[in-house]
Structure formats: C-alpha cells, structure tokens
C-alpha cells in the first residue's frame, strides 16, 4: 500500500517537472496555450491515475479479508465477555447463598450452575450445597433466587 502511494507521487513529481520543462521551452502565444492545455490534462491524469487503476489497489488491500478477521476477533471478544459474565454471576450467587446460610446459622458450601436463556440472559439454574439440609435456606434461594427445590442439591455426607 506505501510502496504504491510512493510510486503515485513519484509519478507527479516527474510529470510536474516535466512539463515545467517543456512549457519553459515552448514559444509565446497558441502553441504555449495548446501545451498548457495538454500539459494540464496530462497531469491530471496522472493525479488522477490510482482511480483508473483501483483494481491493483484493492488486490493490495484486501477488505473483505479485513472484516472477517474483525469479526472473528469480534466473536472471540464476545465469548470471553460471556465466560467473564458466567463466572461473575456463579461467584455472585455463590457468596449471596453463603451470606444468607451464615445469617441462618448454617455451615454450607455452595456450587452454582448458570444457564443462558433463549433471550440471551445468563441465570442460576442449579445450586450444589454441601452441609446439613437447611429448609429455611432452601426456601430463601426458592423465593429470592428462582431456584425450585428440585434444582437444589444438598449432599448432607460430605462435608
């Protein structure tokens, strides 16, 4: 892409300097005029010559290649972001259910599974205690978290 720019005001710095040359060597009155004319429209076309060639330009840069790595990069960034999201969610909910057991008076571990939604939202879906069966606290997650009963699984032997 440089090299091609490069070589663009190569090219007009040449043909400058070339009619500039020949101007100076041509004689007053209709044939100065006629050269002037031609001159202009030499260089012109030599300003203008990157558009009459655009498809040496776009082989050298490529957009289409461009976009689909963006979107790619953009996909990844997205998955990071809803892995980043995942994770603070389950942390979230995982130390709301310890406040609330430890407000209770009860000695549990908390796991926490999330799922994403049709509608793209990520929720707690399952929770995994270890520690005593606590009704009080299977109730509060039913009642604040959504979580029904059948979705809590209390594993009473090791704690």
């Known amino acids: 892409m440089i090299s091609a720019i490069r070589e663009w005001l190569c090219s ?7 009619l500039s040359i020949l101007r100076a060597m041509l004689p007053e009155g209709a044939v100065k005029q006629v050269g002037n004319f031609t001159g202009g429209l030499l260089l ?11 498809d040496g330009l776009s082989s050298e840069f490529n957009f ?7 979107e790619e990069q953009q996909k990844l960034w997205a998955e990071d972001g809803e892995r980043a999201l995942t994770q603070r969610i389950e942390e979230e ?3 709301y259910i ?16 999330t ?16 520690g005593p069966y606590v009704s009080e606290l299977s109730v509060c ?3 604040e978290l959504g979580i029904p009963p059948e979705r809590q699984v209390w594993d009473e032997e090791n704690r």
């Open 64 to 70: 289409s290649e461009y976009r689909s790595d963006f």
């Open 93 to 95: 909910t995982e130390s």
């Open 12 to 18: 007009i710095v040449i043909c400058t300097l070339f």
């Open 141 to 143: 997650i039913q009642q």
């Open 98 to 113: 310890s406040d609330k057991a430890n407000a209770i008076g009860a000695e549990v571990s908390v796991s926490v599974e």
């Open 115 to 130: 799922e994403k939604r049709k509608d793209g939202i990520i929720v707690p879906t399952m929770v995994h205690l270890t």
């Open 44 to 54: 012109l076309l030599c300003v203008l010559s990157p558009l009459l060639h655009l």
